[in-house]
């Protein structure tokens, strides 16, 4: 019998009969894999803000449960006293973390179903949000896989292929954003050889991206985040893919803190980077990168967090922005489940947006 690896497992899902949220706990990766169940809010909010559970599309889907959960919890017929109840527990969930899109994007998709459903019994309001969870995390799995097949036509058999943070299968419901194409990649025998930045400070790529690769047996190389110039100048990477917290009208990109540099360093070694973004992760109400809220992390996660003992001096100042935008200029292409935009941004993501309208999908 084949042994089961990290990829036989669910990254969330609902756990109806004990009406909880069950994730993979992702600080503990790789060394163990341990599913966690959440129910309360304070467990869910916690899940998202300690980064158990983490990646814009994972964390949408966690929080779309993790709504349905809290409202099967609220013991009442009463429409306006659940509804009341419903916004709070929402925004309590949506303050967790500010800047992956998905977060307020999936819970504002469940308050429209209890808005557009209020003429109904809330018992059945509650169903219908349990379905637009399973929705949400349905959808992901497709877009997913279509944004594979669209960057799998950026590359060719045997390529190099550069990543950074982890935009994999456990940041998404299943095949991951920038690593759908190495996914397809590898089912096809394209041969890929993939470069997977560790990701200081929470070494999301060794912990994560690392793991799952290796473990789908995809040819993976570990390098430290400063190790990326000296791979693009041998020639070993054809191109970049990395996913993206928030995408601004401009394709101005917000991503994990380091993207940016490897961008600007891809740029000058003529070497093409993609952003992979599900259309839940574009936002067209933000102009610009400027405009878009990153995340300040706690400063223990650069001086002690993952060594085993402190690695600087006790009250150093310390800076640890959990993101950086990459500017659009560096972007040679937004890869996205209908299809590839190009610059100009503002005008081909209203193109995509125009796609998804046409397919019904809005
Ligand atoms: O802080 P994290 O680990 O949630 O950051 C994740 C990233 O930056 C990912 O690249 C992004 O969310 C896209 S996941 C498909």
Not at 126 to 138: C, D, G, S, T
Request: charged share 25%; proline share 4%; glycine share 8%.
């Amino acid at each position: 019998m084949q042994q089961k690896t990290i990829m036989d497992y669910e990254t969330v899902r609902l756990d109806e009969e004990n009406g909880a949220v069950v994730i993979i706990d992702q600080t503990k990766l790789p060394g163990k894999i341990e599913l966690i169940s959440l129910k309360t809010a304070q467990e869910l909010w916690d899940a998202i803000y300690l980064l158990k559970v983490r990646g814009a599309p994972a964390i949408g889907v966690a929080a779309a449960y993790g709504i349905y959960v809290l409202s099967i919890q609220i013991d009442t017929e009463d429409y306006e006293t659940f509804y009341r109840e419903f916004v709070k527990q929402k925004e309590y969930l949506d303050s967790a973390r500010p800047t992956a899109v998905n977060l307020s994007w999936a819970l504002n998709r469940m308050l429209r179903v209890v808005e557009t459903q209020r003429e109904k019994p809330v018992f059945a309001i509650k169903e219908k949000l349990r379905q637009e969870a399973a929705a949400i995390q349905e959808e992901d799995i497709l877009v997913c896989k279509k944004i594979g097949e669209y960057g799998l036509e950026l590359v060719k058999p045997g390529d190099g292929i550069l990543t950074h943070c982890n935009a994999g299968q456990l940041a998404t419901s299943k095949y991951g954003t920038a690593t759908a194409p190495i996914y397809l990649g590898q089912e096809r025998g394209y041969g890929f050889r993939v470069f997977a930045d560790e990701t200081r400070p929470l070494l999301q790529g060794a912990r994560l991206t690392a793991f799952e690769l290796q473990s789908s047996g995809v040819d993976v190389t570990l390098i430290c985040d400063n190790m990326s110039a000296t791979v693009m100048k041998n020639g070993w990477v054809n191109a970049v893919f990395v996913g993206c917290d928030r995408v601004a009208a401009n394709g101005d990109t917000a991503n994990k803190i380091g993207t940016s540099v490897v961008a600007a360093v891809a740029k000058y070694y003529g070497i093409p980077v993609y952003i992979c973004a599900p259309t839940s992760t574009i936002d067209l109400n933000t102009a610009t990168g400027a405009e878009i809220n990153i995340e300040q992390r706690p400063a223990e996660e650069v001086t002690e967090m993952w060594y085993q003992q402190r690695m600087a001096p006790e009250g150093v100042k310390v800076f640890n922005p959990a993101f950086d935008v990459t500017d659009h200029e560096l972007i040679a292409g937004i890869v996205t489940e209908y299809g590839v935009a190009r610059a100009p941004y503002t005008e081909s993501l209203k193109e995509i947006f125009r796609k998804k309208e046409n397919a019904g999908n809005i």
